[in-house]
């Protein structure tokens, strides 16, 4: 078994360790709720997108702009490139509607 170790102000090492611990495990928990949120609002602007196609006709290229013109307007919010949304959109569509569950 190790020995615990004074700090300078006396607390033991393991304690202040163990603090520090459970601040990194509830950060984690609250990134990963955040990264879930950011990726149901993603697969929503997917779907907007899709939407947007069905009114226009089933062409592709309505999608595609649609999705374009949507992942323009999301990129300057989350200031990256509208392709990088793009893609971002896809990937959370795959995940929110493959794997529900998820």
């Not at 592709?60 to 509208?82: K, N, P, Q, T, W």
């Amino acid at each position: 078994m190790t020995e615990a170790v004074d700090t300078p102000g006396g607390e033991d090492h393991f304690a202040v360790l163990a603090g520090i611990l459970a601040d990194v495990a509830e950060v984690e928990r609250e990134a990963a709720a955040v990264q879930i949120r950011q990726l149901r609002i993603l697969a929503s602007a997917g779907h907007l997108a899709q939407a947007q196609a069905v009114k226009a006709g089933t062409r592709v290229r309505m999608h595609d702009m649609a999705l374009r013109a949507i992942a323009a307007e999301v990129g300057g919010v989350m200031r990256v490139a509208d392709r990088t949304v793009q893609r971002r959109i896809d990937d959370a569509l795959v995940i929110i509607d493959g794997y529900p569950a998820a």
